[in-house]
T-cell receptor
Framework: KAGVTQTPRYLIKTRGQQVTLSCSPISGHRSVSWYQQTPGQGLQFLFEYFSETQRNKGNFPGRFSGRQFSNSRSEMNVSTLELGDSALYLC????????????FGPGTRLTVT | AQRVTQPEKLLSVFKGAPVELKCNYSYSGSPELFWYVQYSRQRLQLLLRHISRESIKGFTADLNKGETSFHLKKPFAQEEDSAMYYCALIDSGNTPLVFGKGTRLSVIA
């Protein structure tokens, strides 16, 4: 089985711009979660989708949004980028609605200058 | 709110020495606990979960509900164990996985 894929792998943006990141889950997985990983804060939960519905949302400002498509692929969008948004953004998929075992993608490294 | 605490940012041990990575959690219910590992240049991956009570790569972890701990242990560290380790928690139902901030294990030859 192919693993979770994320595109792009690296991205450099300037403050004020917006960005869209994409995640393709493992075939058959219907749950997708997004995390922000930074050296200081570790892994912080952004949101979780199951069958195109957002089930949970983390404590991030409204500039962070996401969606899931009918084929389970997911995108997250960050508008009005700030320097502090520089991070590795990880996507994870799981088969069941309860995210007991998650399979992670390689991440998208976002640098905001 | 659930919280997972990993008190050590960095743990250095010599090859062959025992390893214990600490994890404490705060949650009043009956959570499920996990250890995830991220080796250099690899993806974050599940190492073990408490309900399976198995040993993976020589690592074990016991859930101590009285002390609300889920420490990861290995009797003899190997150089290939060097990685970032994250403790994580989920309760039953509709909540996301909550991670600790991680501990970097460095095994010195």
């Amino acid at each position: 089985k192919a693993g979770v894929t994320q595109t792009p792998r690296y991205l450099i943006k300037t403050r004020g711009q917006q960005v869209t990141l994409s995640c393709s889950p493992i075939s058959g997985h219907r749950s997708v979660s997004w995390y922000q990983q930074t050296p200081g804060q570790g892994l912080q939960f952004l949101f979780e989708y199951f069958s195109e519905t957002q089930r949970n949302k983390g404590n991030f400002p409204g500039r962070f949004s996401g969606r899931q498509f009918s084929n389970s692929r997911s995108e997250m969008n960050v508008s009005t980028l700030e320097l502090g948004d520089s991070a590795l953004y990880l996507c994870a998929s799981s088969f069941r609605q309860e995210a007991y075992e998650q399979y992670f993608g390689p991440g998208t490294r976002l640098t905001v200058t | 709110a659930q919280r997972v605490t990993q008190p050590e940012k960095l743990l250095s041990v010599f090859k062959g020495a025992p390893v214990e990575l600490k994890c404490n959690y705060s949650y009043s219910g009956s959570p499920e606990l996990f250890w995830y590992v991220q080796y250099s240049r690899q993806r974050l991956q599940l190492l073990l979960r408490h309900i399976s009570r198995e040993s993976i790569k020589g690592f074990t972890a016991d859930l101590n509900k009285g002390e609300t701990s889920f420490h990861l242990k290995k009797p003899f560290a190997q150089e290939e164990d060097s990685a970032m380790y994250y403790c994580a928690l989920i309760d039953s139902g509709n909540t996301p996985l909550v991670f600790g901030k991680g501990t970097r294990l460095s095994v010195i030859a």
